[in-house]
Every structure is written in C-alpha cells, then in structure tokens.
C-alpha cells in the first residue's frame, strides 16, 4: 500500500494534492527537478519582462506559480531525505 503525504501547496481544508512517498528515489528527484526548474525558469522570464507592458496582477501571478512550483518541489526534495534518512538509520552498525 502507498505511503501519500499531502502537499504544502494545498490551500484547501481537505488536501487534494499527494506526494506518494513510496515512489521511486529517481521518481521523486525528477519531480523535484521539473517543479524547481519550471520556477527557475518563470523568474528569468520575469527579469526580462519590461515593468511598462505588465498588467497589476502579472508579477502577483507569476510569484504565486513560482512558489507553488518550489513548494511542490522541495515538497519532493523532503521526500527523498526522508527515505535516505530512513536508510541510514536501518543501516548496520559495523
């Protein structure tokens, strides 16, 4: 059975969003990896846009998407130290 955690990004009172925990170390990692890029990349698009051709509400928008990304991201990032944590824990003293 699945091990699901749900995500800090949820704004909602019941989570709709879940990490499954038991997913595959390399799983994880490129889900980490998609979400810190996609915002990394968001925010170069923001250093490049011109103040005078934005609308109110563009840099709030753009924030919002990027801290939803990172969020979900080290969300994934957690995950992973969880099971490396759990692993040197069951490791055998020598």
Same mark, same amino acid.
């Given at each position: !059975?699945?091990?699901?955690?749900?995500? +800090?990004?949820?704004? $909602?009172?019941?989570?709709?969003?879940?990490?499954?925990?038991?997913?595959?170390?390399?799983?994880?990692?490129?889900?980490?990896? +998609?979400?810190?890029?996609?915002?990394? #990349?968001?925010?170069?698009?923001?250093?490049? !846009?011109?103040?005078?051709? $934005?609308? #109110?509400?563009?840099? +709030?928008?753009?924030?919002?998407?990027?801290?939803?990304?990172?969020?979900?991201?080290?969300?994934?990032?957690?995950? !992973? +130290?969880?099971?490396? $944590? #759990?692993?040197?824990?069951?490791?055998?003293?020598?």
């Amino acid at each position: !059975m699945s091990n699901f955690r749900p995500l +800090q990004s949820n704004l $909602t009172e019941v989570p709709v969003l879940y990490l499954n925990l038991d997913a595959p170390v390399r799983d994880l990692y490129e889900c980490a990896i +998609q979400r810190i890029k996609a915002a990394r #990349d968001l925010s170069h698009s923001l250093t490049c !846009m011109s103040i005078g051709n $934005t609308c #109110d509400r563009d840099l +709030q928008h753009f924030a919002s998407a990027s801290y939803l990304l990172l969020q979900d991201g080290c969300d994934a990032l957690d995950a !992973m +130290q969880g099971r490396f $944590t #759990d692993r040197a824990r069951s490791a055998p003293v020598s």
